[in-house]
């Protein structure tokens, strides 16, 4: 039961599907749950549904709804959507199956139909929530440092604001390469935080983010020569101190939006020193086109290949409830978290699989314990119903069989031929 509009109308609903969204831009106080047309759903070949269990909030969100960044900054016709918040999500598919993914909007909401090629398997050592906190993070920083920065071993790397998701992400890219990381923060306790995750950096990798110094400190430290690439979410004069950071052949990798959409000056002097300036959209791979759908799918495998081999792991996160929206953009606008902002979407959950009692057999009994072994590392309960068409012999077996494999409560009912799954996320 949530307290979402339908028809204009606001007051408590009781749906399967709804979304967040803000009804006044500037106005974090009118973010209300809305109710989803995907009750409506039909499944295209490229999309299905999938229950969200968690969905982080991430800069693009907060800046949209704070009215901080304008629609047109948005690729693609994202702005024509009525909903524009919601990137990334963690939850089950209607199999049961665990998943992570990114969509190009709406994701902060109960379901999402998302496309299985923007998906991954959460690893069995995962909790959806550690598993929420992958995506857009690690998706951005190895589009950026891998894919458009062509970041190699032994190379310097400066990443600004290196405590938040894709901040920790890049560190972790950048140190599996043999890079030398310097990286900037807002805070004391951040500083402290990022030394005791990352061994490797010490006082001199750090320089502040609150102001322009680290532009002293990194020319200081890499004896005024620069590094070689730059992961840049600063704005304006950050932005034009850290352009003078950069090496002799630099990149530097803009993954902020709001001078990108004020057109801001950068001098084209900077270009005399053979430097790449590239803009970093990740949301603008959902594009549909043939570039943009092939560089999407690279993401993806590098993800995967990071969760293969140890590379990728979860960050730490800050867990707001589903009705605690306003307080968790609030938060993460102060700039004061370390890592990732997270809604709780699937508090308590209701669904139902449909199963052919018919059938009965060894192989059906050894699927019902299968679901219920994936429900208890939720905390699930799984009630297995039999209806009274089947015969008592065959219920009687069936019965003997769960019993072999499963620890499930089984009982007898009229007409009702389904197994009720209960649980928490």
Not at 19 to 40: E, Q
Not at 67 to 90: V, Y
Not at 159 to 182: P, R
Not at 242 to 269: V, W
Request: net charge neutral; glycine share 6%; with cysteine.
């Amino acid at each position: 039961m949530l307290n979402c509009l339908r028809n204009a109308d606001h007051g408590k609903v009781e749906t399967k599907h709804a979304y967040l969204n803000i009804l006044t831009r500037g106005d974090l106080s009118t973010l209300v749950w809305v109710d989803s047309p995907l009750k409506y759903f039909k499944q295209p070949a490229d999309s299905i549904l999938c229950q969200v269990y968690y969905a982080p909030l991430n800069f693009r969100d907060v800046m949209l709804a704070s009215g901080k960044l304008p629609l047109d900054a948005l690729p693609g016709d994202l702005a024509l959507q009525d909903c524009i918040l919601g990137l990334e999500f963690s939850g089950r598919l209607e199999n049961g199956q665990r998943v992570m993914g990114l969509v190009p909007a709406r994701g902060l909401a109960t379901t999402v139909a998302a496309n299985p090629n923007f998906m991954w398997d959460v690893p069995d050592d995962w909790s959806l929530e550690e598993a929420s906190t992958v995506p857009v993070a690690y998706s951005t920083a190895y589009y950026a440092l891998i894919m458009r920065g062509h970041l190699r071993k032994g190379e310097r790397v400066l990443i600004h604001s290196g405590s938040g998701g894709v901040g920790q992400a890049a560190i972790v890219i950048a140190l599996s390469l043999g890079c030398e990381v310097f990286t900037s923060v807002g805070s004391t306790e951040k500083r402290e935080f990022l030394k005791k995750r990352f061994n490797e950096l010490q006082d001199r990798n750090f320089c502040n983010s609150r102001d322009t110094s680290f532009e002293q400190h990194i020319l200081n430290a890499t004896n005024g020569e620069g590094v070689d690439v730059i992961l840049n979410s600063l704005a304006e004069e950050k932005l034009k101190a850290t352009l003078n950071c950069l090496a002799q052949h630099g990149r530097f990798l803009e993954i902020g939006k709001y001078d990108l959409s004020n057109n801001t000056p950068l001098g084209m002097a900077i270009f005399l020193k053979n430097i790449s300036f590239y803009g970093i959209l990740l949301d603008a791979l959902f594009d549909y086109k043939s570039y943009s759908l092939q560089a999407m799918k690279e993401v993806v495998q590098l993800v995967r290949d990071g969760i293969a081999n140890g590379t990728v792991k979860p960050l730490n996160s800050f867990l707001y409830d589903s009705d605690q929206a306003e307080q968790a953009f609030r938060f993460m606008a102060s700039g004061k978290h370390i890592g990732k902002v997270i809604l709780k979407i699937a508090i308590l959950v209701c669904s139902r699989l449909a199963l052919q009692v018919c059938k009965l057999s060894e192989n059906l009994s050894r699927q019902v314990c299968k679901c219920e072994t994936s429900l208890q590392q939720v905390n699930a309960s799984l009630e297995v119903t039999i209806g009274r068409t089947c015969s008592k012999p065959a219920a009687s077996l069936h019965c003997k069989l769960i019993a072999n494999y499963s620890k499930s409560r089984v009982r007898t009912q009229p007409r009702i031929e389904l197994a009720t799954y209960l649980f928490e996320s």
